[in-house]
T-cell receptor, first 118, second 112 residues
Framework: GAVVSQHPSRVICKSGTSVKIECRSL??????MFWYRQFPKQSLMLMAT?????????EQGVEKDKFLINHASLTLSTLTVTSAHPEDSSFYIC??????????????FGPGTRLTVL | GQQVMQIPQYQHVQEGEDFTTYCNSS?????IQWYKQRPGGHPVFLIQ?????EVKKQKRLTFQFGEAKKNSSLHITATQTTDVGTYFC????????????FGTGTQLKVEL
């Protein structure tokens, strides 16, 4: 149990286009999902916390209008990178708060989406 | 802001040798979690420590949470090639909700 999927796993796009990444909790409901960014050989940096039915909470330095987050249901959160530029190229990973019984403090991570902006 | 540092940044060992990574937080933590990320993969949850001075074991892995709840360690006994990956600690601050701050990570390479 506690499986999180992400789609797409890899995307290559031209500079200026927008890219949407989906994060789904497959076998549990997640009221909270988290979006991270990881540059090569670096740690995970939290971008925002996404709560179902409410606005996301962004970390300092993360542009809300650049990284649009929608958490429309208990099993789906989306991250849209708007007008992507090469410096946005990174590994984007989502996680979902674990279900009851498996430890509500636990975050279960999706497989990640590797974004390359040309 | 809160910082979580890990040392060493890299470690190469021969198979069968022991390995330890240390995690230090600039602030007191309510709990700490450890994750393993294989090359090209995503972080996988290993364990959570909550109590001051807590020690937990998973087969060859031993996790400790410091008395002051500001540091932690992961020790692997008799490493195997399957232990290769980057180990991250991630701390949660009291009053910070479910937000995790990840450590800088320790990359482990195991040679035959």
């Amino acid at each position: 149990g506690a499986v999180v999927s992400q789609h797409p796993s890899r995307v290559i796009c031209k500079s200026g286009t927008s890219v949407k990444i989906e994060c789904r909790s497959l076998d549990f409901q997640a009221t909270t999902m988290f979006w991270y960014r990881q540059f090569p050989k670096q740690s995970l940096m939290l971008m925002a916390t996404s709560n179902e039915g409410s606005k996301a909470t962004y970390e300092q330095g993360v542009e809300k209008d650049k990284f649009l987050i929608n958490h429309a249901s208990l099993t789906l959160s989306t991250l849209t990178v708007t007008s992507a530029h090469p410096e946005d190229s990174s590994f984007y990973i989502c996680s979902a708060g674990g279900p009851q019984g498996l430890g509500t403090d636990t975050q279960y991570f999706g497989p990640g989406t590797r974004l390359t902006v040309l | 802001g809160q910082q979580v540092m890990q040392i060493p940044q890299y470690q190469h060992v021969q198979e069968g040798e022991d390995f330890t990574t240390y995690c230090n937080s600039s602030t007191t933590l309510s709990n700490i979690q450890w994750y393993k990320q294989r090359p090209g993969g995503h972080p996988v949850f290993l364990i959570q420590l909550v109590k001051s001075g807590e020690v937990k074991k998973q087969k060859r892995l031993t996790f400790q949470f410091g008395e002051a709840k500001k540091n932690s360690s992961l020790h692997i006994t008799a490493t195997q090639t399957t232990d290769v990956g980057t180990y991250f600690c991630a701390g949660r601050v009291t009053g910070g909700g479910n937000k995790l701050t990840f450590g800088t990570g320790t990359q482990l390479k195991v040679e035959l």
